[in-house]
């Protein structure tokens, strides 16, 4: 059985004040041709198909006009889940009578969530959907701890470890006999690597899971981190994201995963990648120099990062990167950048809005912001995002 494993589309992203529906748009139509091209028995999207929780209604459209094509016009069943950045309740609207027509979709954990069972030469293949979640929800859904095999120890779920290893147990638990094993999830998994772009899982602590709860499954398609990696073994794979959505991805390589699945549940990956309708790049130097060597650049309509190493007063610096590239986005000068816990040297969702208050705090009252001040402020934040999920 060969499987199309993709995540983090990001759908309404917007960088650097620039909206990237356009790119996002021409590499969806790429994805669809490759689809078309290959016929995978199913596609799997793991996670933040959208930016946001509330996405914008151009990014609907897209992702309407995308699945359409996929599942009505080609006929290939599509596995989603949400992902940390999707509004689950959203982005699951019309699932259960889509799952009929080949769409399956899980935005909230269901204590009874079905596999989707798919049949080839070989027998059924069995794919655990499963959504992100954050512990609290994984509790009021499938009880408030986990149990070991043998019922003979138990711990609270309270961490994103506990919680997904709530979610794998019932998948087990629910797994057809004989079925070849296949997990969609979104996690920071122990041992990838991560980019600036990535939103932290975990407002105080980490979120970070270990890849041996993967154990016995024979494919484990991951989205959240941006980079395409696999995590220890072969079977455990972040297909990376649709884009590069940040400066520190910059030499990154942007990938789909095309997946074999043979009789016994041995897999084989093949990275397909995928080329934007603009590159997005980093390029250093003395400005005028950097202005000489535009003429010549054949990517001169890419994003442009410019790292200028210019120690003098420069006049609308910006204004002439832009006259050689008209899409440049930024520019830092090393030389003159200043540090701190809450400076954004990169992209600002990498930030934590803790250490943003907790900077902003110090600096106007020459106080830096105690423990019992900073588990109030995290307690808060995390209440925040939660809300701003389930709104």
Known sequence: MRFLHSADWHLGRVHHGVSLLEDQAHLLREFVRLAAELRPDAILLAGDIYD?????????????????ELVQGLRIPVVMIAGNHDGPDRLAFGASLLGGAGLSVRGVVDAQAQAVVLHDAHGAVAIHALPYVEPAVVRAALGGTLRSEDDSAAALIDSHQAALAAQLRAARAAHPAGARSVVVAH?????GSESESERPLSVGGSGAVSAALFDGFDYVAL????????????????????????????DHSKSVNLVELDANGACTVERIALTPRRDLRIVSGEL???????AADRGRDDYILARLTDSGALLDAMGKLRSAYPNAL????????GHGPGRADGDHRRVRIADLFASFHQETTGVALDAAGRATLERIVEGLELEARHA
């Open 52 to 68: 946001r929780s509330v996405p914008p209604a151009e990014a609907v459209r897209l992702l309407d006009l995308v699945l359409t």
């Open 187 to 191: 996690a920071f998994v122990l041992g």
């Open 223 to 250: 989205g959240h981190l941006h980079r395409p990696q696999q995590v220890g073994e072969a079977r455990i794979q972040y297909s990376g994201s649709l884009l590069k959505y940040s400066f520190s991805e910059a």
């Open 330 to 337: 930024a520019i830092e000068r090393p030389a003159l950048t």
């Open 288 to 294: 005028d120099a950097i202005l000489a060597a535009a």
